[in-house]
């Protein structure tokens, strides 16, 4: 079965700090999603792609945070600085264009000390 | 924009109760509703789905839930719960091409 891959798996890093995720979608999905959950929480949308334009970034913290999706394929998200409230996991998901769920990745969670 | 809510953050249940999560929306429209889980260790995954038609709707593992337009609501059923079903249950809402999840309810099986 075709998964979305996501690296790394676990990031610890300190304040001030940038980090970097990446994300591979399943093949075909054009529809690809940024999330984070904190614990405790759902997930919360960060950036939707579709091919490789940003149809939904409203809630991505654009002073320190930003991902593109250059060849409408694979995607990166980085922060710059991180912040002690960043700690969270940050999912990645992708949908064909004509689906209606979502396939998750298994996530990236990131400790910022 | 949609706001998701599940009533029940922690449950614990014996091995053969049944289950019931509740699931509610904040309002009426033309959406798609789904429930995920996400077992210890492993990525979220499609429990079932509406989009239309019957609104009792069947998925993987015994798990049923039902749509109740009037009441905005799509709980999560299933008659005996086994201790593999032990995970978190995230509910979601689809609404204009966004989705929206709830908080998650946290379920735990014990032998």
């Known amino acids: 079965e075709a998964e979305v891959a996501q690296s790394p798996r676990y990031k610890i890093t300190e304040k001030s700090q940038a980090v970097a995720f990446w994300c591979d979608p399943i093949s075909g999905h054009a529809t690809l999603y940024w999330y984070r959950q904190i614990l405790g929480q759902g997930p919360e949308l960060l950036v939707q792609f579709q091919d490789e334009s940003v149809v939904d970034d409203s809630q991505l913290p654009k002073d320190r945070f930003s991902a593109e999706r250059l060849k409408g394929v694979d995607s990166t998200l980085k922060i710059q600085p991180a912040e002690l409230g960043d700690s969270a996991m940050y999912l990645c998901?992708?949908?064909?264009?004509?689906?209606?769920?979502?396939?998750f990745g298994e996530g990236s969670r990131l400790t910022v000390l | 924009a949609q706001s998701v809510s599940q009533h029940n953050h922690h449950v614990i249940l014996s091995e053969a109760a049944s289950l019931e999560l509740g699931c509610n929306y904040s309002y009426g429209g033309t959406v798609n509703l789904f429930w995920y889980v996400q077992y210890p260790g492993q990525h979220l995954q499609l429990l079932l789905k509406?989009?239309?038609?019957?609104?009792l709707v069947k998925g993987i593992k015994g798990f049923e839930a039902e749509f109740i337009k009037s009441k905005f609501s799509f709980n999560l059923r299933k008659p005996s719960v086994q201790w593999s079903d032990t995970a978190e249950y995230f509910c979601a809402v689809k609404e204009n091409g966004q989705f929206y999840f709830g908080t998650g309810t946290s379920l735990t099986v014990i032998p």
């Open positions: 509406y989009f239309s038609g019957d609104p």
């Open positions: 998901a992708s949908s064909h264009r004509l689906a209606r769920e979502l396939f």
